[in-house]
């Protein structure tokens, strides 16, 4: 299928493969359980699960305590000069207005779906590390096992339950990036959005301490709250000094840790960051985001019991009906809203799986215009030979063809890199033709949407000087790159760039790897380096490169094999 803007593709477009809408079960990756999550203290590996029996212990004892200090005259004499609210702070007379109830609504949805595709994010890659070299051995979190080192290990993704992942199959990480990154979106407007309203009106006095008094107070709260001999409420005109930082963290700290260290995720930013980004590495921004999110659990889960156990008819007649009234009025509004979340929970994971195209759709559409921007912020960071990774993580579908064994049994002698379609001068390049171009370094670290990442030296010729040989017509807008390797449901792999992002002075199809000859494993004979997007737009094994005016035709018309058959974006420069 052509049109008049290509009129002919390349012979390996004949190669490529439809894909389906939805995710078929039957033809994705098989299950994979990982193990319950641990947490490494130098040398031990430690599962969460002994944070129950000993959080139960931590409590019972912190009641015990509580109430033997609640005993002591000096005690009762600082809880008494700090009851729990700072005298100096000021008091709240207009409630809780109908924007702000709305807005926590908003939020509390919102978190559901970050909470969870979040997770399934963390589920392709399991491990986190404070380094920017994912060596296996030197994470100190998982939950998948230990990487094996028998066998070249490429996917250490594991399935998820769908009622907590979305939508929990493996390896599903192109649907749940939509998800986490287009309600993010939503999410940082609403933020926004509550920010402006809470500082024009005096809502920012409740959330916003203006006397140190809130320390001392805070740590009257906590003794008064941990001897279950609860402090008086006054939440309707104010937070209690505990409340008050809770919070202050979560809303002000909290969130913009989250946005930052998510943004310095970013292959695009990252390598634009210069020295910060090498100390905020990607690693670094995981963990740290790994971190605020588990805030943001913590919270919730704390928030809500406290809403239950201090008074749940007076805290839902606050937040879900604006009154203060010894009444039930706010009690069904919180359960609609509640129901509301409780089936977007339930029936997320199925729609996802049913609608996976739409999803990726949506996701183009609301976020995808954002990650187009980030690809014009050229990254520019260059690092140095002590930078490189002691171990590389391998992955992708290998080639298996005669074709491609012919050709390593041969070290490449006979292969011929073939560039067509929208050009002036098609061409038919050996190793040795590119070996004998202008040759380019840089020691750049790699981006796998998994969430691993490495740094390596990489050696090879810039698009730049394969452009002025072919010469792109006017109406070559992207570069297709065709690999000699299959994807994983069958059919060539391919993926498309724009064609100004191939004009990019760090944009090249590598030869070398550490100053060695490229190996099988990584991508021989060539690879293509483009250091504003994630690895797998960077195909390896590449077999021929054509200049398209669109790519609606190739595959499935999204814009690559991950693309088509796993839903990916095919801009990924975040």
Known sequence: ?????????????????????????????????????????????????????????????????????????????????????????????????????????????????????????????????????????????????????????????????????????????????????????????????????????????????????????ALSTTIQYASLNFPVDHGWTRYNGLQQLAYFVTVFVAASVSIFTGLMQSPAISNRSGWFGKILNRQVARSIHFISFSWFVAFILGHGTFVAITGLRSNTNHMFAGVDSPNWEGFWPFVVAMSIVGMAWWRVSPFTIAHARLVQKAGQFTIGWFKGLLEWWSPTSQLKEKDISPFFWPNGT??????????????????????????????????????????????????????????????????????????????????????????????????????????HRLTILAYEMNGEQLSVLHGAPLRLRCENELGFKMVKWISAIEFVHDFADLGAGQGGYNEDHEFYGYRESI
């Not at 078929?24 to 430690?46: A, C, D, M, Q, V």
């Not at 939508?167 to 599903?172: D, K, M, S, V, W």
């Open 398 to 503: 290998m080639p298996n063809s005669a074709e491609f064994d012919d050709l390593v049994a041969d070290n490449f002698e006979h292969y011929r890199l073939r560039i067509d379609g929208l050009v002036n001068h098609p061409q038919e390049l050996s190793l040795l033709d590119l070996m004998a171009m202008p040759k380019q370094e840089q020691i750049s670290t790699h981006f796998c949407i998994q969430g691993w990442s490495g740094v390596a030296k990489w050696g090879g010729v810039t698009m730049r000087e394969i452009m002025m040989l072919v010469e792109p017509t006017d109406a070559a807008r992207y570069a297709v790159f065709y690999s000699l390797a299959d994807g994983g449901d069958g059919g060539r792999y391919y993926d498309v760039h724009k064609i100004a992002n191939m004009r």
């Open 1 to 217: 299928m052509t049109d008049s803007s290509n009129p002919q593709h390349d012979p390996i477009y004949e190669e490529l493969t439809l894909a389906d809408d939805r995710l078929k079960l039957s033809n994705w990756l098989p299950p994979r359980e990982g193990i319950i999550p641990h947490i490494r203290f130098g040398k031990r590996w430690i599962s969460i699960l002994w944070a129950l029996p000993l959080g139960a212990a931590l409590l019972v004892l912190a009641i015990a305590a509580a109430q033997s200090l609640r005993e002591l005259e000096n005690v009762k004499a600082f809880i008494e000069h700090y009851p729990g609210i700072a005298q100096a702070a000021p008091s709240i007379e207009t409630g809780f207005p109908w924007w702000l109830r709305l807005q926590h609504f908003v939020n509390m949805f919102f978190m559901m779906f970050i909470i969870r595709a979040g997770i399934q994010i963390l589920a392709d890659h399991p491990r986190l590390y404070w380094k920017r070299d994912c060596t296996p051995g030197t994470d100190w979190f998982r939950f998948q096992h230990e990487v094996p080192m028998d066998r070249v290990w490429t996917d250490d993704s594991v399935t998820l339950p769908t009622w907590l992942g979305i939508p929990g199959l493996r390896h599903t990480i192109g649907l749940a990036r939509w998800w986490h990154f287009s309600v993010n979106m939503l999410w940082t407007i609403n933020g926004v959005l509550f920010y402006v309203l809470l500082f024009s009106t005096d809502q920012w006095r409740r959330l916003v301490p203006l006397t140190w008094d809130v320390f001392p107070n």
